[in-house]
């Protein structure tokens, strides 16, 4: 048996005999059914019993089947109405859906006519009960979120609070020693100051890094319309005041403008633009492109280099917290750098990947959301 046929059903029609007719068709289908006679009577009922769909007459006597309808509704939100109607009545109906009810049945019916209209009903009223059911978990679902990210920026407040005391003791106090007492110092225990410092340094990179990984995935986009080519542009002369003794060959290629967060997306472009004047560093004719190409259909941007590159079969681990393909004693750095990039670029309805080969460089790729559509530009190179 249908399950829809279970569900409580509840006949309202002026005409005795019509109403003890639906009843005892529609129980012998297995539904459970109740009728009464007038409006009046179904709100009084619907007060007091649950129902799943009730099937109303239009046209009757003192209250009509639209104004049931409306009442009814504010008793149960949920129940689902079907209207019966006469063939001349159909406008009349039509306007009763537009009230509030699922479909209607013209007089007169058969029952093969009458069971596929209820059973869609019935339906539809379960979809929507599972739809505000799914909602109302969504809703306690961001409740608990925002609940989860608070506590979660508390901690890290904390943390890195905690964190810091101690580390810029530690700096501080082996920054002294390193400048009031190295004479006195032998060679060794100047060159383990130092280290202590520098590794204190970086331990303070790290929680930096940390704090700003952490709250991207919660930080709201300001989106507007960014022109790549100038923020590349800006980057680039960041880092050449930066670096004024790096001679490194520099393409900008055509840029487009794209909707994002400004903010953001120039992160994104220190990131790589210092990563690729990072790993170009022992290169001897240092060059760094920068610019869109066709993937099959779709544009991707690209930072592409000659620096150090990476082992392909490393790859995965690029984009990790914390992952380097590179040793310390080669290029510094916290590891932080990618996964950050990676994040914002998510964000922004795209994806990032990379392809390399040790000693021969690397070429980092990114789409972003409307970058197909998005109108190139010529840029200068730098």
């Known amino acids: 048996m249908n399950p829809l046929t279970k569900s409580r059903l509840l006949i309202v029609d002026d005409e005795a005999a019509h109403v003890r007719a639906l009843c005892d068709t529609l129980r012998d289908q297995g539904f459970e059914v109740a009728g009464c006679t007038g409006g009046s009577a179904a709100l009084q009922i ?3 019993e649950s129902f799943d769909l009730m099937l109303t007459d239009l046209m009757m006597p003192g209250m009509g089947g639209i104004e049931l309808l409306q009442r009814a509704l504010q008793v149960e939100p949920h129940l689902a109405v079907v209207i019966m109607t006469g063939a001349g009545s159909i406008d009349t109906a039509v306007e009763a859906m537009r009230a ?4 209607y049945i013209l007089k007169p019916f058969k029952l093969t006519l009458v069971l596929p209209v209820l ?3 019935l339906h539809v009223r379960q979809l929507r009960l599972r739809n505000e059911e799914l909602a109302s978990q969504l809703r306690e679902h961001a409740t608990a979120l925002e609940a989860s990210n608070a506590e979660l920026d508390a901690f890290t407040r904390s943390a890195s609070h905690d964190l810091r005391t101690p580390l810029n003791a530690v700096i501080g106090y082996s920054g ?4 009031q007492y ?3 110092l032998p060679a060794d225990a100047q060159g383990w100051l130092a280290r202590i410092e520098q590794e204190g340094k970086r331990m303070n990179q790290l929680i930096d890094d940390l704090l700003r990984l952490s709250r991207l995935g919660r930080q709201q986009l300001s989106l507007a319309p960014v022109d790549l080519g100038l923020l590349v542009r800006g980057v680039i002369a960041d880092l050449k005041l930066a670096q004024p003794q790096r001679q490194v060959a520099l393409q900008i290629l055509e840029l487009p403008r794209v909707m994002g967060d400004a903010g953001l997306l120039q992160q994104v472009f220190t990131n790589l633009l210092s990563n690729a004047y990072k790993f170009t560093r022992h290169t001897a004719q240092a060059a760094i492109t920068i610019g869109t190409e ?3 259909a779709e544009r991707v941007l690209f930072v592409r280099d000659n620096g150090a590159g990476f082992d392909m079969a490393q790859a995965g681990r690029l984009f990790g917290a914390f992952e380097r393909l590179h040793h310390d004693d080669e290029f510094e750095g916290t590891g932080i750098g990618l ?3 990676q994040r914002i670029v998510q964000r922004h309805g795209g994806r990032i990947w990379a392809r390399g080969e040790p000693g021969h460089g690397a070429t980092f ?3 972003l959301k409307g970058l197909d559509e998005a109108g190139l530009r010529q840029s200068p190179d730098g």
């Open 294 to 296: 066709m993937q099959g």
């Open 365 to 367: 790729y990114l789409t």
């Open 100 to 103: 509030g009810a699922l479909d």
């Open 339 to 341: 996964s950050i990039v």
């Open 182 to 184: 190295a004479a006195q």
């Open 176 to 179: 002294l020693l390193i400048h």
């Open 119 to 121: 059973a869609r009903s």
């Open 46 to 48: 619907l007060q007091n």
